[in-house]
């Protein structure tokens, strides 16, 4: 089945094995056209997936075409976009790359990588076309507010341009079915638009639910930030365990557990978190100030 393949490709993605990788991808996309439905987001997720392992073996180019494949289906994706956005750096076209982070930054305002390539890029451009640099530019596409994840909203966190692939399901085998994903990600919607209002304890059963059709990283943190806020903190813990396993270095995860780690008196563990949260981005605010906070404790 095109997940299967999907799969084994993150395998080989993993271990570095890009061209096999990139050649189950291939296989997996061929599937689906072969079976005619219209899943444009499995095609959108399998064609990023294949545009990362060009983006590592210096394909650029066709990283670039597989990143806009991955677009058209589902606009606005973070990881298509990164990618490309890399992609076009490294083949100095530089306007195209900063157009590519700006839209990213709009999308999540939290995503590092693009902060940066934003900032590398204007000093690419300062440096190529001067002061005026920006009249040069191609225009900046207006994100619409639906494709918008605020840092306040819990949101699947868009690891940089070169993490691997995401595992849409880790769910049970042959558990999870295409039905049942999308199911749980309406649920997860749902769940996102009761934090929204305030309501954590609806937005925790959403989650519940959500999560027994597929374990979900971003659904584990999202859960574990309404455990925090109805002083849960045991819950939220081992919500952030959960989503460590399927995801070792999520930062929302290892914040959420320094904070809750925080609340049970458990500092030793919780300035541990902490560290290996800065490992990856050392300049997180928010884990900084929690950091000193856990010093004075």
């Known amino acids: ?23 189950l ?12 439905t219209a899943r444009g987001r499995e095609r959108s997720v399998l064609l990023a997936n294949r545009a990362a392992c060009h983006l590592k073996d210096g394909a650029c180019s066709l990283c670039v075409a597989d990143c806009t ?14 990618r490309r956005a890399a992609a076009y750096e490294a083949l100095e076209r530089y306007p195209l790359a900063y157009v590519d982070y700006k839209t990213v930054l709009q999308v999540d305002c939290s995503v590092q990588a693009a902060h940066d390539g934003v900032n590398r890029m204007t000093k690419a451009l300062l440096e190529k076309d001067g002061v005026n640099w920006r009249q040069k530019l191609p225009p900046i596409p207006t ?14 966190r868009a690891p940089g ?8 399901s880790q769910g049970e085998p042959g558990g999870s079915t295409a039905a049942g994903m999308e199911r749980a990600r309406t649920l997860k919607e749902e769940g996102n638009e009761l934090v929204k209002k305030g309501n954590h304890k609806k937005a925790v059963e959403k989650y519940s639910e959500s999560l027994k059709l597929n374990k979900e990283c971003a659904t584990y943190t999202n859960r574990a ?20 396993k399927l995801d070792p270095k999520n ?3 290892l914040y959420r557990r320094a904070q809750a780690l925080k609340e049970l008196k458990d500092y030793k563990s919780s300035i541990a978190d902490i560290k290996s949260l800065l490992k ?3 300049k997180n605010t928010a884990a900084l100030k929690l950091l000193q906070e856990l010093n004075r404790a």
Request: charged fraction near 20%; include cysteine.
């Open 225 to 244: 930030l309404c455990y925090l806020t109805l002083k849960q903190y045991k819950e939220a813990a081992q919500d952030c365990t959960e989503a460590l």
């Open 69 to 82: 494949s991955a677009l058209e289906l589902v606009p606005f994706s973070i990881k298509p976009l990164l």
């Open 143 to 156: 994100v619409p507010v639906s494709a918008q994840t605020r840092w306040s909203v819990p949101s699947a």
């Open 280 to 282: 990856t981005e050392p």
């Open 25 to 36: 991808y291939t296989r997996a996309l061929q599937r689906l056209e072969g079976s005619g």
């Open 161 to 168: 341009a070169n993490a691997p692939p995401a595992t849409a």
């Open 1 to 23: 089945s095109p997940g299967a393949l999907r799969r084994a490709g993150n395998e080989e993605f993993r271990r570095g094995q890009y061209g096999p990788a990139a050649a």
């Open 251 to 253: 930062v929302k995860a």
